[in-house]
Structure formats: C-alpha cells, structure tokens
C-alpha cells in the first residue's frame, strides 16, 4: 500500500509518502516498510499550481525509491 499525504506550510507544501506490505504469504516477507517526506517550495505551487507540483515530487520520490512503487501494489 501506498500512501500520499500533503500538508500546507509556511512557504509551500509537504509531500509525505508512506509504504508498506500489509500481505502475509511467504513472497511478501522480505518487503520492507519505509516513509518519506518531500518539500514543494511555494514558487513551484506557483508555477504549476498544487496539483501538478505535488505529482512532479511524487513522480520524482517513486523514483528515487523503488521500494516505494513496488509497495504501491502489495
């Protein structure tokens, strides 16, 4: 399971990801649970309005993690 959660602050926004494997067959042992947190400087906001800023950092953590997007279907 993949969670995203955003959060307004100060200057812009925070990205939160969370994952994990919430399947209990022998396949799924080895997957490991993890979080992350992205900021969105508010010049982005800005620039590509909330939605497309929050799925360019999204796009940029699931790549910078592939545990993430590997979770995204457990």
Not at 5 to 11: R, T
Not at 53 to 73: F, I, M
Request: proline share 4%; glycine share 6%.
């Amino acid at each position: 399971m993949l969670r995203i959660q955003v959060y307004p602050v100060m200057d812009g926004v925070e990205v939160w990801l969370a994952w994990n494997c919430g399947q209990r067959e022998e396949s799924h042992a080895n997957h490991v649970s993890g979080s992350v947190h992205r900021y969105v400087p508010a010049e982005d906001v800005d620039k590509r309005g909330v939605e497309g800023a929050v799925a360019l950092e999204v796009t940029v953590a699931l790549a910078e993690w592939p545990d993430a997007a590997a979770r995204a279907r457990c």
